[in-house]
Protein backbone atom coordinates (compact mmCIF):
# COMPACT_ATOMS: atom_id res chain seq x y z
CA UNK A 1 0.00 0.00 0.00
CA UNK A 2 1.16 3.66 -0.64
CA UNK A 3 2.24 5.55 2.34
CA UNK A 4 0.28 7.85 3.41
CA UNK A 5 1.54 11.37 2.03
CA UNK A 6 2.01 14.28 4.22
CA UNK A 7 0.96 17.67 3.05
CA UNK A 8 4.73 19.16 3.86
CA UNK A 9 6.38 16.82 0.91
CA UNK A 10 2.94 17.81 -0.69
CA UNK A 11 3.82 21.31 -1.05
CA UNK A 12 7.68 20.65 -1.54
CA UNK A 13 6.33 19.03 -5.00
CA UNK A 14 4.14 21.50 -6.12
CA UNK A 15 6.60 24.97 -5.53
CA UNK A 16 9.27 22.25 -7.73
CA UNK A 17 6.75 21.45 -10.36
CA UNK A 18 5.85 25.26 -10.88
CA UNK A 19 9.61 26.09 -11.40
CA UNK A 20 9.57 23.61 -13.84
CA UNK A 21 6.47 24.37 -15.56
CA UNK A 22 7.47 28.13 -16.07
CA UNK A 23 10.99 26.71 -17.62
CA UNK A 24 8.91 25.26 -20.04
CA UNK A 25 7.34 27.43 -22.88
CA UNK A 26 3.54 26.57 -23.27
CA UNK A 27 1.99 29.10 -25.29
CA UNK A 28 -2.01 28.34 -26.10
CA UNK A 29 -1.89 25.73 -28.83
CA UNK A 30 1.43 24.68 -28.04
CA UNK A 31 1.30 23.11 -24.60
CA UNK A 32 2.90 19.83 -25.70
CA UNK A 33 5.99 19.90 -23.34
CA UNK A 34 4.58 21.29 -20.62
CA UNK A 35 1.87 18.20 -21.25
CA UNK A 36 4.13 15.85 -21.75
CA UNK A 37 6.24 16.99 -18.25
CA UNK A 38 3.75 17.34 -15.71
CA UNK A 39 2.39 13.54 -17.18
CA UNK A 40 5.83 12.25 -16.23
CA UNK A 41 5.97 13.84 -12.72
CA UNK A 42 2.47 12.48 -12.12
CA UNK A 43 3.41 9.07 -13.50
CA UNK A 44 6.85 9.60 -10.68
CA UNK A 45 4.49 10.24 -8.12
CA UNK A 46 2.52 6.95 -9.06
CA UNK A 47 -0.71 8.69 -9.70
CA UNK A 48 -2.86 7.25 -12.60
CA UNK A 49 -4.15 9.80 -15.28
CA UNK A 50 -4.94 9.99 -18.44
CA UNK A 51 -4.11 12.27 -21.32
CA UNK A 52 -6.11 13.59 -24.48
CA UNK A 53 -4.15 15.91 -27.22
CA UNK A 54 -2.80 18.40 -24.44
CA UNK A 55 -5.25 17.81 -21.38
CA UNK A 56 -4.39 15.78 -18.53
CA UNK A 57 -7.26 14.24 -15.93
CA UNK A 58 -6.78 11.99 -13.05
CA UNK A 59 -9.73 9.87 -10.75
CA UNK A 60 -9.21 9.23 -7.16
CA UNK A 61 -8.66 5.91 -6.12
CA UNK A 62 -11.81 5.16 -4.49
CA UNK A 63 -14.18 5.94 -7.28
CA UNK A 64 -18.02 4.95 -6.16
CA UNK A 65 -20.38 4.61 -8.68
CA UNK A 66 -23.34 6.87 -7.53
CA UNK A 67 -21.71 9.39 -5.75
CA UNK A 68 -21.85 13.61 -6.83
CA UNK A 69 -18.39 13.97 -9.01
CA UNK A 70 -16.35 17.22 -7.93
CA UNK A 71 -13.92 18.64 -10.75
CA UNK A 72 -10.91 20.60 -9.74
CA UNK A 73 -9.58 22.22 -13.14
CA UNK A 74 -6.76 24.97 -13.92
CA UNK A 75 -5.14 25.74 -17.53
CA UNK A 76 -1.55 24.92 -18.64
CA UNK A 77 -1.42 27.64 -21.46
CA UNK A 78 -0.09 31.06 -20.90
CA UNK A 79 -0.01 34.44 -23.37
CA UNK A 80 2.82 35.12 -24.99
CA UNK A 81 5.64 37.76 -22.27
CA UNK A 82 5.43 41.09 -22.58
CA UNK A 83 8.64 43.08 -24.22
CA UNK A 84 8.87 44.98 -20.87
CA UNK A 85 10.47 41.72 -18.41
CA UNK A 86 13.46 43.03 -16.95
CA UNK A 87 13.83 39.28 -16.12
CA UNK A 88 13.33 35.73 -18.17
CA UNK A 89 10.37 35.37 -18.09
CA UNK A 90 11.14 31.61 -18.24
CA UNK A 91 13.30 31.42 -15.65
CA UNK A 92 11.13 30.11 -12.67
CA UNK A 93 13.74 31.76 -10.34
CA UNK A 94 12.62 31.91 -6.52
CA UNK A 95 13.18 35.59 -5.19
CA UNK A 96 13.06 36.11 -1.79
CA UNK A 97 9.59 34.82 -1.08
CA UNK A 98 8.66 34.99 -4.94
CA UNK A 99 8.49 32.43 -7.81
CA UNK A 100 9.01 34.52 -11.09
CA UNK A 101 8.05 33.64 -14.49
CA UNK A 102 5.28 33.19 -17.41
CA UNK A 103 2.14 31.73 -16.37
CA UNK A 104 3.39 31.87 -12.32
CA UNK A 105 0.64 33.54 -11.28
CA UNK A 106 -2.24 33.05 -14.13
CA UNK A 107 -2.78 29.95 -13.72
CA UNK A 108 0.31 27.73 -12.73
CA UNK A 109 0.22 28.25 -8.96
CA UNK A 110 -3.52 27.22 -9.56
CA UNK A 111 -2.54 23.70 -11.34
CA UNK A 112 -0.42 23.20 -8.92
CA UNK A 113 -2.27 23.60 -6.08
CA UNK A 114 -5.10 21.38 -6.96
CA UNK A 115 -3.25 18.91 -7.79
CA UNK A 116 -1.65 18.87 -4.69
CA UNK A 117 -4.88 18.96 -3.28
CA UNK A 118 -6.18 16.23 -5.13
CA UNK A 119 -2.76 14.11 -3.85
CA UNK A 120 -3.89 14.64 -0.57
CA UNK A 121 -7.36 14.30 -0.99
CA UNK A 122 -7.53 11.10 -2.63
CA UNK A 123 -5.69 9.07 0.33
CA UNK A 124 -9.43 9.70 2.26
CA UNK A 125 -11.50 6.95 1.36
CA UNK A 126 -14.38 7.77 3.53
CA UNK A 127 -15.46 10.87 0.72
CA UNK A 128 -19.11 11.17 -0.14
CA UNK A 129 -18.06 12.61 -3.35
CA UNK A 130 -15.83 11.62 -6.14
CA UNK A 131 -12.81 13.76 -7.03
CA UNK A 132 -11.34 14.55 -10.54
CA UNK A 133 -8.43 17.13 -10.76
CA UNK A 134 -7.77 17.99 -14.29
CA UNK A 135 -5.21 20.32 -17.28
CA UNK A 136 -6.28 21.81 -19.83
CA UNK A 137 -5.30 23.63 -22.86
CA UNK A 138 -6.25 26.59 -24.75
CA UNK A 139 -7.58 28.54 -21.56
CA UNK A 140 -6.07 32.12 -22.77
CA UNK A 141 -7.38 31.51 -26.55
CA UNK A 142 -11.13 29.86 -25.31
CA UNK A 143 -10.10 26.87 -27.62
CA UNK A 144 -11.72 24.36 -28.33
CA UNK A 145 -8.84 21.76 -27.70
CA UNK A 146 -8.97 22.89 -23.93
CA UNK A 147 -12.10 22.24 -21.40
CA UNK A 148 -14.13 21.96 -24.24
CA UNK A 149 -12.72 19.25 -25.60
CA UNK A 150 -12.23 17.32 -22.36
CA UNK A 151 -15.72 17.78 -20.70
CA UNK A 152 -17.61 15.28 -22.49
CA UNK A 153 -14.57 12.30 -21.84
CA UNK A 154 -15.72 13.12 -17.56
CA UNK A 155 -19.16 12.31 -17.95
CA UNK A 156 -21.71 14.20 -15.93
CA UNK A 157 -20.06 16.73 -12.98
CA UNK A 158 -22.28 18.01 -10.01
CA UNK A 159 -19.88 20.74 -8.87
CA UNK A 160 -16.31 22.10 -10.76
CA UNK A 161 -13.84 24.38 -9.05
CA UNK A 162 -11.99 26.91 -11.82
CA UNK A 163 -8.71 27.46 -10.75
CA UNK A 164 -7.69 31.50 -11.25
CA UNK A 165 -6.15 33.78 -9.17
CA UNK A 166 -8.62 35.16 -7.32
CA UNK A 167 -6.96 35.78 -3.96
CA UNK A 168 -8.44 32.63 -2.34
CA UNK A 169 -12.11 34.82 -2.64
CA UNK A 170 -14.52 33.13 -4.38
CA UNK A 171 -15.81 34.13 -7.57
CA UNK A 172 -19.98 33.17 -7.50
CA UNK A 173 -20.41 34.99 -11.23
CA UNK A 174 -18.64 35.75 -14.19
CA UNK A 175 -18.95 38.00 -17.52
CA UNK A 176 -19.68 36.13 -20.16
CA UNK A 177 -18.41 37.07 -23.70
CA UNK A 178 -19.57 37.89 -27.48
CA UNK A 179 -18.03 39.75 -30.15
CA UNK A 180 -19.84 40.95 -32.50
CA UNK A 181 -19.03 41.94 -36.65
CA UNK A 182 -21.20 44.88 -38.05
CA UNK A 183 -21.46 46.13 -41.64
CA UNK A 184 -23.61 49.43 -42.70
CA UNK A 185 -23.90 49.51 -46.26
CA UNK A 186 -23.89 53.00 -48.52
CA UNK A 187 -23.66 54.04 -51.94
CA UNK A 188 -20.27 55.24 -53.11
CA UNK A 189 -20.41 58.67 -54.67
CA UNK A 190 -17.72 61.88 -55.32
CA UNK A 191 -17.04 63.61 -52.16
CA UNK A 192 -17.16 67.10 -54.41
CA UNK A 193 -20.60 66.57 -55.12
CA UNK A 194 -24.33 66.03 -53.32
CA UNK A 195 -23.87 62.15 -54.15
CA UNK A 196 -24.20 58.63 -52.60
CA UNK A 197 -25.21 57.46 -49.32
CA UNK A 198 -22.54 57.93 -46.60
CA UNK A 199 -22.27 54.72 -44.74
CA UNK A 200 -19.69 56.40 -42.05
CA UNK A 201 -22.92 59.14 -41.16
CA UNK A 202 -25.12 55.70 -40.96
CA UNK A 203 -23.05 53.66 -39.10
CA UNK A 204 -22.18 56.72 -36.74
CA UNK A 205 -26.14 56.18 -35.47
CA UNK A 206 -25.73 52.71 -34.67
CA UNK A 207 -23.12 53.30 -32.59
CA UNK A 208 -24.43 56.31 -31.09
CA UNK A 209 -27.31 53.62 -30.15
CA UNK A 210 -25.06 51.33 -28.68
CA UNK A 211 -23.54 53.65 -26.28
CA UNK A 212 -26.81 54.69 -24.93
CA UNK A 213 -28.30 51.37 -25.17
CA UNK A 214 -29.49 50.09 -21.95
CA UNK A 215 -30.41 46.36 -21.02
CA UNK A 216 -32.80 46.37 -18.37
CA UNK A 217 -31.55 43.32 -16.53
CA UNK A 218 -29.21 43.85 -14.16
CA UNK A 219 -26.83 41.19 -11.81
CA UNK A 220 -26.45 42.08 -8.06
CA UNK A 221 -23.05 40.05 -8.74
CA UNK A 222 -22.60 42.00 -12.16
CA UNK A 223 -24.37 44.49 -12.80
CA UNK A 224 -25.28 45.80 -16.34
CA UNK A 225 -24.82 43.81 -19.54
CA UNK A 226 -21.51 45.66 -21.47
CA UNK A 227 -21.76 46.96 -24.83
CA UNK A 228 -18.48 49.12 -26.10
CA UNK A 229 -17.51 49.75 -29.83
CA UNK A 230 -13.91 48.49 -30.16
CA UNK A 231 -12.93 48.88 -33.93
CA UNK A 232 -13.89 50.86 -36.67
CA UNK A 233 -12.97 50.93 -40.64
CA UNK A 234 -14.27 52.84 -43.73
CA UNK A 235 -13.09 54.72 -46.80
CA UNK A 236 -10.83 53.80 -49.21
CA UNK A 237 -9.49 57.77 -50.49
CA UNK A 238 -10.32 61.08 -49.78
CA UNK A 239 -12.56 61.93 -52.33
CA UNK A 240 -14.93 58.81 -52.31
CA UNK A 241 -18.10 58.85 -50.42
CA UNK A 242 -17.57 54.76 -48.31
CA UNK A 243 -20.09 52.86 -49.20
CA UNK A 244 -19.31 50.72 -46.34
CA UNK A 245 -18.25 51.01 -42.90
CA UNK A 246 -17.34 48.21 -40.48
CA UNK A 247 -17.02 48.21 -36.39
CA UNK A 248 -17.01 45.78 -33.58
CA UNK A 249 -18.78 45.28 -30.82
CA UNK A 250 -17.18 44.36 -27.30
CA UNK A 251 -20.35 42.07 -25.20
CA UNK A 252 -19.69 41.73 -22.13
CA UNK A 253 -23.04 39.42 -20.74
CA UNK A 254 -24.47 39.33 -17.27
CA UNK A 255 -25.93 36.21 -16.61
CA UNK A 256 -29.53 37.23 -16.96
CA UNK A 257 -29.31 37.50 -20.40
CA UNK A 258 -28.30 34.37 -23.32
CA UNK A 259 -25.43 36.30 -25.87
CA UNK A 260 -28.16 34.61 -27.98
CA UNK A 261 -30.63 36.57 -26.48
CA UNK A 262 -28.28 39.93 -26.75
CA UNK A 263 -27.88 39.27 -30.44
CA UNK A 264 -31.33 39.08 -31.09
CA UNK A 265 -32.37 42.63 -28.90
CA UNK A 266 -29.40 44.02 -30.89
CA UNK A 267 -30.51 42.77 -34.58
CA UNK A 268 -33.85 44.26 -33.18
CA UNK A 269 -32.34 47.97 -32.67
CA UNK A 270 -29.46 48.50 -34.68
CA UNK A 271 -29.42 49.18 -38.81
CA UNK A 272 -26.40 47.26 -39.56
CA UNK A 273 -25.83 43.68 -40.68
CA UNK A 274 -24.18 41.96 -37.71
CA UNK A 275 -22.80 38.84 -37.49
CA UNK A 276 -21.28 36.97 -34.05
CA UNK A 277 -18.38 35.35 -34.01
CA UNK A 278 -19.74 33.28 -31.66
CA UNK A 279 -22.23 32.85 -28.82
CA UNK A 280 -20.60 30.11 -26.79
CA UNK A 281 -19.10 32.19 -23.98
CA UNK A 282 -21.93 32.44 -21.71
CA UNK A 283 -21.77 34.00 -18.54
CA UNK A 284 -22.23 32.04 -15.11
CA UNK A 285 -22.98 32.00 -11.75
CA UNK A 286 -24.00 29.97 -8.61
CA UNK A 287 -26.27 30.67 -6.23
CA UNK A 288 -25.34 31.72 -2.84
CA UNK A 289 -26.76 29.32 -1.20
CA UNK A 290 -24.76 26.79 -2.85
CA UNK A 291 -22.99 24.22 -0.11
CA UNK A 292 -19.81 25.10 -1.74
CA UNK A 293 -20.07 28.59 -1.51
CA UNK A 294 -21.09 28.69 2.05
CA UNK A 295 -18.36 26.43 2.42
CA UNK A 296 -16.29 29.08 1.51
CA UNK A 297 -17.66 31.81 3.13
CA UNK A 298 -17.02 29.94 6.50
CA UNK A 299 -13.32 29.62 5.41
CA UNK A 300 -13.23 33.35 5.36
CA UNK A 301 -13.87 33.59 1.05
CA UNK A 302 -15.98 36.67 0.47
CA UNK A 303 -18.25 36.22 -2.72
CA UNK A 304 -17.42 38.27 -5.44
CA UNK A 305 -18.40 38.59 -9.60
CA UNK A 306 -15.58 38.59 -11.68
CA UNK A 307 -15.32 40.63 -14.82
CA UNK A 308 -12.50 38.71 -16.22
CA UNK A 309 -13.63 35.35 -18.40
CA UNK A 310 -11.71 31.77 -17.86
CA UNK A 311 -12.54 28.19 -18.93
CA UNK A 312 -16.46 28.63 -16.38
CA UNK A 313 -17.59 30.13 -19.90
CA UNK A 314 -17.34 26.89 -21.19
CA UNK A 315 -18.17 24.43 -18.61
CA UNK A 316 -22.25 23.35 -18.30
CA UNK A 317 -22.20 22.42 -14.88
CA UNK A 318 -22.17 24.39 -11.72
CA UNK A 319 -19.02 25.88 -11.08
CA UNK A 320 -17.14 28.93 -9.24
CA UNK A 321 -13.21 29.70 -9.80
CA UNK A 322 -11.04 30.26 -6.70
CA UNK A 323 -7.45 30.17 -6.60
CA UNK A 324 -4.11 31.29 -5.05
CA UNK A 325 -2.47 34.86 -6.45
CA UNK A 326 -3.82 38.23 -8.06
CA UNK A 327 -5.91 38.55 -11.40
CA UNK A 328 -4.33 41.86 -11.52
CA UNK A 329 -0.72 40.10 -12.38
CA UNK A 330 -2.16 38.25 -15.03
CA UNK A 331 -0.26 39.08 -18.18
CA UNK A 332 2.12 41.35 -16.94
CA UNK A 333 5.67 42.29 -17.06
CA UNK A 334 7.62 40.02 -14.35
CA UNK A 335 4.41 37.57 -12.87
CA UNK A 336 4.90 36.13 -10.02
CA UNK A 337 3.30 34.04 -7.10
CA UNK A 338 4.28 34.31 -3.52
CA UNK A 339 5.29 31.12 -1.86
CA UNK A 340 2.88 31.28 0.82
CA UNK A 341 0.31 32.11 -2.18
CA UNK A 342 0.67 28.19 -3.15
CA UNK A 343 0.66 26.80 0.34
CA UNK A 344 -1.74 28.39 1.05
CA UNK A 345 -3.69 27.73 -1.48
CA UNK A 346 -2.98 24.24 -1.31
CA UNK A 347 -4.40 24.30 2.37
CA UNK A 348 -7.52 26.22 1.04
CA UNK A 349 -8.67 23.60 -1.57
CA UNK A 350 -7.97 21.07 1.15
CA UNK A 351 -10.05 22.41 3.60
CA UNK A 352 -12.88 23.20 1.53
CA UNK A 353 -13.46 20.18 0.16
CA UNK A 354 -12.11 17.63 3.23
CA UNK A 355 -15.49 16.62 5.23
CA UNK A 356 -17.64 18.54 2.52
CA UNK A 357 -20.86 17.56 1.37
CA UNK A 358 -22.97 17.79 -1.81
Not at 247 to 271: A, F, Q, T
Request: net charge negative.
Amino acid sequence: MTPFLFIDQIKKDAIQLLKLMIQTPSFSKEEDQVCTLISDQLTSWGTPHERRKNNLWAKDPYWKEGQPTILFNSHIDTVRPSIDYTMDPFGGEEVEDKIIGLGSNDAGASVVSQMAAFRFLSQISDRNYNLIWSATAEEEISGKNGIEYLLPKLGDLDLVIVGEPTKLEIAIAEKGLMVIDATMDGVAGHAAREEGMNAIYKAIKDIAKIENFHFPKESDMLGPVKATVTMVNAGTQHNVVPDRCSYVIDIRSNGLYSNKEILHILEENLDAQIKPRSTRLNASNIAVEHPIVQKAISLGSVPYGSPTMSDQALIPFPSIKLGPGDSARSHTANEFICLDEITKGIEYYIHLLKDFSL
